[in-house]
């Protein structure tokens, strides 16, 4: 997976990690639903994990958790 490094660097800055997996499983959902994407994979909606990975990997997509400062509760991306 080409974005495997960026995302796993993402992983290591937040202090919760499933949180940011929460909002990447989030993302795919929307994307499944019809949303429009901000990547360039070529077929979204066959493909939505991917689209939503590289979304986040190249930062296009950012998540906010609440809760505290840092990050403690569901995550939320924007």
Excluded: C, W
Excluded at 9 to 26: D, F, G
Excluded at 47 to 63: D, G, T
């Amino acid at each position: 997976m080409r974005y495997f490094k960026a995302i796993e660097k993402k992983a290591a800055e937040t202090e919760n990690q499933y949180s940011l997996v929460l909002a990447i499983a989030k993302r795919v959902r929307h994307i499944r639903s019809g949303a429009p994407t901000l990547s360039d994979v070529p077929d979204p909606l066959e493909n939505p994990v991917e689209a939503a990975l590289e979304e986040f990997a190249e930062s296009q997509i950012a998540y906010s958790v609440k809760g505290s400062e840092e990050g403690a509760g569901a995550a939320n991306p924007d």
